[in-house]
T-cell receptor, first 112, second 113 residues
Framework: DADVTQTPRNRITKTGKRIMLECSQT?????MYWYRQDPGLGLQLIYY???????NKGEISDGYSVSRQAQAKFSLSLESAIPNQTALYFC???????????FGPGTRLTVL | GQNIDQPTEMTATEGAIVQINCTYQ??????LFWYQQHAGEAPTFLSY????GLEEKGRFSSFLSRSKGYSYLLLKELQMKDSASYLC??????????????FGAGTTVTVRA
């Protein structure tokens, strides 16, 4: 079974709709991250959380919000989706001791 | 912010060696990662350098020079399955007990028979 899972894997929606992307992990890590990836731009950090009560904005948080419901769950919301939020979204986890981040399989989001 | 540069594309022949360079300008540097990402898939960890020098792991090696803000990933005995994007990522420590990764745009390596 995958250690980091994301749902949905693919989503097509319309401008103005509210969308939630979910991430769950069984690795027992306390740190979780949301990234988006666009062709030619690499991975950009949206939000990150070092524990349930610690939420931090990343480089491109405008238009996004997050919720850390439990140590194992970290959700990303787009309150009112717009076409330039079309991208591949990755969730990642890490623990305090090791610097390595483990990535989920990604969610491909298309906003029409 | 962080400035991380790596070539966009590289092509090499099966069995050959390819070196992917990464240069960075950053404050609070606390280590450099290399990740491999096949098209449409998640990035997977390859290597981590925090001290100067060469780290070898099988066919892959990674080098770091902190004074020069420079790293490279060396892929030896290339195989077709090595065709992928290779991401350079810098770990920064903006505040005590806090770190995050900044990624380069990635280098797409194509291995030809």
């Amino acid at each position: 079974d995958a250690d980091v899972t994301q749902t949905p894997r693919n989503r097509i929606t319309k401008t103005g709709k509210r969308i939630m992307l979910e991430c769950s992990q069984t690795k027992g890590h306390d740190r979780m991250y949301w990234y988006r990836q666009d062709p030619g731009l690499g991975l950009q950090l949206i939000y990150y959380s070092f524990d349930v009560k610690d939420i931090n904005k990343g480089e491109i948080s405008d238009g996004y919000s997050v919720s850390r419901q439990a140590q194992a769950k970290f959700s990303l919301s787009l309150e009112s989706a717009i076409p330039n939020q079309t991208a591949l979204y990755f969730c990642a986890t890490s623990d305090k001791l090791r610097a390595e981040q483990f990535f989920g399989p990604g969610t491909r989001l298309t906003v029409l | 912010g962080q400035n991380i540069d790596q070539p966009t594309e590289m092509t090499a022949t099966e069995g050959a060696i390819v070196q992917i360079n990464c240069t960075y300008q950053t404050s609070g540097f606390n280590g450099l990662f290399w990740y491999q990402q096949h098209a449409g898939e998640a990035p997977t960890f390859l290597s981590y350098n925090v001290l100067d020098g060469l780290e070898e792991k099988g066919r892959f090696s990674s080098f770091l020079s902190r004074s020069k803000g420079y790293s490279y990933l060396l892929l030896k005995e290339l195989q077709m399955k090595d065709s992928a994007s290779y991401l350079c990522a810098v770990r920064v420590l903006p505040r005590s007990n806090d770190y995050k990764l900044s990624f380069g745009a990635g280098t797409t390596v194509t291995v030809r028979a």
